[in-house]
């Protein structure tokens, strides 16, 4: 069992940046693929970025690549979105999701949600 919480968001004008973070904190916070999901207003949460727990290995929606990055710290068991050139369609609500799966687990549906963090993007 872990608990992510996200940091980070708030409001920005539309080609400026934003930089997210969320750390994952219980017994064993540790082996966990990390990543980002967001959810505008009447939209389904979409997939946004995800880094595995080990070997470097990113993944980023089509709409972000380019503009988002997703460095994560696990000596301190964090992911973070850094986000840039944001357009107004960014705007929505980002959630940290964790998994110790990949494919079935977190790019698919991952087992651990954070609270969610508001990003609003103003053109």
């Known amino acids: 069992q872990i608990q992510l919480v996200e940091s980070g968001g708030g409001s920005v004008q539309a080609g400026g940046s934003l930089r997210l973070w969320c750390a994952a904190s219980g017994r064993t916070p540790t082996n966990y693929h990390m990543g980002w999901f967001r959810q505008a207003p009447g939209k389904e949460r979409e997939f946004v970025a995800a880094h595995t727990w080990s070997g470097g290995l990113t993944f980023h929606a089509d709409s972000v690549k380019g503009r988002f990055t997703i460095p994560r710290d696990n000596a301190k068991n964090t992911v973070f979105l850094q986000m840039s050139s944001l357009k107004s369609e960014d705007t929505a609500v980002y959630y940290c999701?964790?998994?110790?799966?990949?494919?079935?687990?977190?790019?698919?549906?991952?087992?651990?949600w954070g609270q969610g963090t508001q990003v609003t993007v103003s053109s």
């Open positions: 999701a964790a998994d110790r799966a990949w494919n079935t687990g977190l790019l698919t549906k991952p087992h651990y």
